[in-house]
Structure formats: structure tokens, C-alpha cells
């Protein structure tokens, strides 16, 4: 198997980036394999009877002085315990959280025992050490927390989505694991892509808990729902929509007065993180509309400058996959986006990368799918960035001429990071993987919409 890893030879030739109706279409082509799945037997459990595995931290609460820890035992619910101390204090000064237990069946998968134990009330920006499991399986691990809320604090976010556990998901994961700046890893949706097996099988579901172990463990990843997380299967028997997922990754869904997992908000730093679900529904009158509508009315830019969401499916979409899907969500949304100021909007789904220019309003000729954006200074700069090389492969057909909406667009598998810097300031970065990663294929400044409006695409 790993000579296919190998033989997914990049075939390239010179990044000839050319300038059409809109902005670049890279013509960086990369050789086009059928995309397989590591095998199992990649991760393997990790040694020791009923081992801690698959274990993942998310931000736990409002602010950043909570860490949800998640993990699995596969045999029996004990231990339970996570035992955690401050790393510049003595190991004797621990504290101990009990975790609560939830397991699930789907089909003919019974799960282990998912364990989910929230820390709270941490120091900011400290480092902490945790050990879960107990003799010859305790496993060690560690995180930092990040700096106080407020408007100037530096923060640097990795950008990932669409993962799955291909040969492709392992070089943009490695690639982004192998840069030690990024802080937490912000995940626009389509985790494991269990559902692309007979059955839903869902012991890819946890194949894919232990393949982003190491990153996971150590940083916090912000979980977005996308529509591989619903696993809804009548056909099995599967009438419940997002079970695997919501049994297996907890947000702090209920400190921000959210009714559903599947759509909340965070301040992490200098950052607000508004999360969407754009498989659920957001017509007028309901819980996801609602809960919108007065969450914009709680973001100060003078405490958090930077907004940004998070959702599934792009709004301003090139390509000619998932083409106009998510028009409708963008219709309901779109003028609370521009009159509250978004930054940066996030999505995936379309598994390569584009990147907008600073629009709003586009119409759509349903017809012959030309369209007309209007160029908007107080609009959000739409990243599509589903191309972390799932089992589907790469979305390589542009719609033509390139709308002028459209900054970038590549047909390839990467991640972004998005450096924060101050309130006015913001360097965002997109790394191919065929690149070495101190490259970046795609970079700019972000200026903040509050506290500096200024035009990028001028720069
Ligand atoms: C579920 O059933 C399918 C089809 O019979 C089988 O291939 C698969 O191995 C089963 N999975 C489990 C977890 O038993
Ligand atoms: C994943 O990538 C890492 C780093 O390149 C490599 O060491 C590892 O063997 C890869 N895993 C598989 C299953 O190919
Ligand atoms: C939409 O496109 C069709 C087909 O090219 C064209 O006939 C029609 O006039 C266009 N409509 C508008 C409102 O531009
Ligand atoms: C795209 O073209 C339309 C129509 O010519 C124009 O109104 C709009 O401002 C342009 N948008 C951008 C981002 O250049
Ligand atoms: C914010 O960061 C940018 C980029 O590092 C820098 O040029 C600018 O001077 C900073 N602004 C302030 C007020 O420090
Ligand atoms: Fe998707």
C-alpha cells in the first residue's frame, strides 16, 4: 500500500497561473490516482489492556478556560478518570475529572465506550499535562490554553476540511502536523467518510479517531457538522441523523445558549467562532435561525476584532461540483453577514481550494450560470477549503469563464493557516501538499472588517 502512497507521483509542471474574466485559476495540475483508504492496520490500538484511544480535546467553554478531553475504551467503561496538573507546577498538585460515558449502535457496529470529561476553570495560556487510563495503558498527554480574550492577541488557527483517511488525508494532515505554529485547528466538516463503506461502517470511525490521535490530543479542533457526519440511512434502519457523530465529538454547545451540538460559537483569543450547520434547518422561525439572529447581537469587536464562521457548504463556489448548494442558506444569511462585518467565512465540501474576493449579492442566471456578484467592502472573504484528500478525490472542473467573484481557485489537496496578529491585521496562507510547507501557494493580508476596512485585492 505504500507504493500506491508513493506512486501518487505529482506530475507539475509551472504553477503558470493565468488571468481570466475573474481572478487566477492556478494551472498547477497534479496527477490524478483513484483515492484509497490507508488500511487499518496503519493505526492500530495502541498497546495495554482497554487503552485510552482516539482521543481528541475541543475548546470546553465560553472563553478558552475549558477543554472538553474525549476518548475511547474499547473493552470496559473504567477507568474513567482524567487526572491533569499544571506543567510548571509539581505533578502532585493534580486534579482529577470523572468523564461521562455514552456508547451507540449503528447497524451491526456497537461502539466502545466514548468518554467525554469536561475541564473547567484553567489558567489562560498555560501548559497542562493529562493522563487517561490506568497500569500498563496509561497514556500521557498535554495542551496549552490559549491567551485571555482580547482584541490584540496574536492566535494562529490551522484550516483543514473534508479530511478522510486516504493516503492524500495523510499528507495534508502530516503536512499540517510538521508546522508548529498552528495553535488549534479550525475543521469546516466531513470527517471520517465512514458512510462511503458498506453499512456505514463505522469502524472507520474510530480508524480515523486514531489517525489524527497525535494532533488532536495536544491541540483543540473546532468541530463543524458536514453532510458525511449525518449517517442518515433509513435503508439500515438509521432514522437519527448525526448519531455517530454527536456520540463521538462534543462542542460547548450550552455556553453558547445553543439548543443543538451542531451550531454554537466560541471566543478563542481575538477571535469569535460562530459555527453553522448547513444541514439542518435555518428557514425563518427556526432554532438555528433564531439563535443566530441574537448571537451576532453578543460579539463586541472591541473584545473579539475578528469574526469568522464556519460552515459546510460554500456560498460563492466555482467549481462545477455542489454547484449552487448552498444558495439557499446564503439567501437567508448573507445580509446579517455584511451588516455585522464577517471576516472570514470557511467552508468545504467542494474538495479543492478557492478563495473570494470581498462580495455580496451575487445573482444567479439559472440558466447559463453566469452571475454577478457585487463587489462589497463590508462583506466576508469566502474560503472553500475541502481539500484535505478524501476517498471521493479531487473536485478538478471549473465553471468558465471564472466568475469574477472568484480570487484563486486550485484543483488541489492542502490546509491554510490563518495568523493572527493584532485587531487590524491577519496573515492567511494556503499550503499545497505538494509543496514543501513553509510554501505557500495562496497568501495574503486579512484586514480586519471593524477596526480596518481596507480593500485587499488592491494591495
Ligand atoms: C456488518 O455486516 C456486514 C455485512 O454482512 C459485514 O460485512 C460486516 O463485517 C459486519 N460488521 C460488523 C461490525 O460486524
Ligand atoms: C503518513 O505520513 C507519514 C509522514 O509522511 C508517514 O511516515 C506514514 O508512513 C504515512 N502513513 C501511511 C499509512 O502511509
Ligand atoms: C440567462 O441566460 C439565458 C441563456 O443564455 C439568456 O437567454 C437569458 O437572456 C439570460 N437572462 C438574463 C436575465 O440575463
Ligand atoms: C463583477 O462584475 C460586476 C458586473 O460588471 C460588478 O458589478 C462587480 O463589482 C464585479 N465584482 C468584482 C469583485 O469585481
Ligand atoms: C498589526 O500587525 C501588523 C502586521 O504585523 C503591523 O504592520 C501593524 O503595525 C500592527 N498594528 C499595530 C497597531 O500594532
Ligand atoms: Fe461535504
Known sequence: MAAIAQ????????????????????????????????????????????????????????NGRGVIISWVTPLSPKPNVVR???????????????SRITTYKYYNYTSGFIHHATISDLEYDTK???????????????????????????????????LGQTYDSNQTFEHYYSNSKGQAVLFVGDLSY?????????????????FVEKS?????????????????????????????????????????????????????????????????????????????????????????????VMLHSPWYNSYDYHYMEGESMRV???????????????SGHVHAYERSERVSNVRYNITNRLSTPIRDIN?????????????EGLANQFTEPQPNYSAFREASFGHALLEIKNRTHAYY??????????????????????WYPEDESSQ
Request: glycine share 6%; proline share 8%.
Open 7 to 62: 506512486s501518487i507521483a505529482l506530475l507539475l509542471f509551472l504553477s503558470l497561473a493565468y488571468l481570466s474574466h475573474g481572478g487566477i485559476t492556478s494551472r498547477f495540475m497534479r496527477k490524478l490516482e483513484a483515492s484509497v483508504d490507508m488500511p487499518a492496520e496503519a493505526f492500530p490500538p495502541p498497546s495495554g489492556h482497554n487503552a485510552p484511544e482516539q482521543v481528541h480535546i475541543t475548546q470546553g467553554d465560553r
Open 84 to 98: 491533569y496538573w499544571a506543567a510548571d507546577s509539581d505533578e502532585d498538585h493534580d486534579h482529577t475529572v470523572r
Open 128 to 162: 497542562y499535562f493529562y493522563e487517561i487510563g490506568s497500569g500498563d495503558a496509561k497514556r500521557r498527554f498535554f495542551f496549552t490554553t490559549p491567551p485571555m480574550v482580547g482584541p490584540d492577541v496574536p492566535y494562529t488557527f490551522g484550516i483543514i476540511g473534508d
Open 194 to 210: 465512514a458512510d462511503n463503506h458498506p453499512f456505514h461502517d463505522n469502524r472507520k470511525w474510530d480508524t480515523w479517531g486514531r
Open 216 to 308: 488532536t490530543a495536544y491541540q483543540p479542533w473546532i468541530w463543524t457538522a458536514g453532510n458525511h457526519e449525518m449517517d442518515f440511512a433509513p435503508e439500515l434502519g438509521e432514522n437519527t441523523p448525526f448519531k455517530p457523530f454527536t456520540h463521538r465529538y462534543h462542542v460547548p454547545y450550552k455556553s453558547a445558549q445553543s439548543s443543538s451540538p451542531l451550531w454554537y460559537s466560541i471566543k478563542r483569543a481575538s477571535a469569535y467562532i460562530i459555527v453553522l450547520s448547513s444541514y439542518s434547518a435555518y428557514g425563518t422561525y427556526t432554532p438555528q435561525y433564531q439563535w443566530l439572529k441574537n448571537e451576532f447581537t453578543k460579539v463586541k469587536r472591541e473584545e473579539t476584532p475578528w469574526l469568522i
Open 332 to 346: 437567508m444569511f448573507e445580509p446579517w453577514f455584511v451588516e455585522n462585518k464577517v471576516d472570514l467565512v470557511l
Open 379 to 391: 462583506a466576508p472573504m469566502y474560503v472553500t477549503i475541502g481539500d484535505g484528500g478524501n476517498i
Open 429 to 450: 496562507t494556503w499550503h499545497r501538499n505538494h509543496d514543501n510547507e513553509p510554501v505557500a501557494a495562496d497568501s495574503l493580508w486579512i484586514y480586519n472588517r471593524y
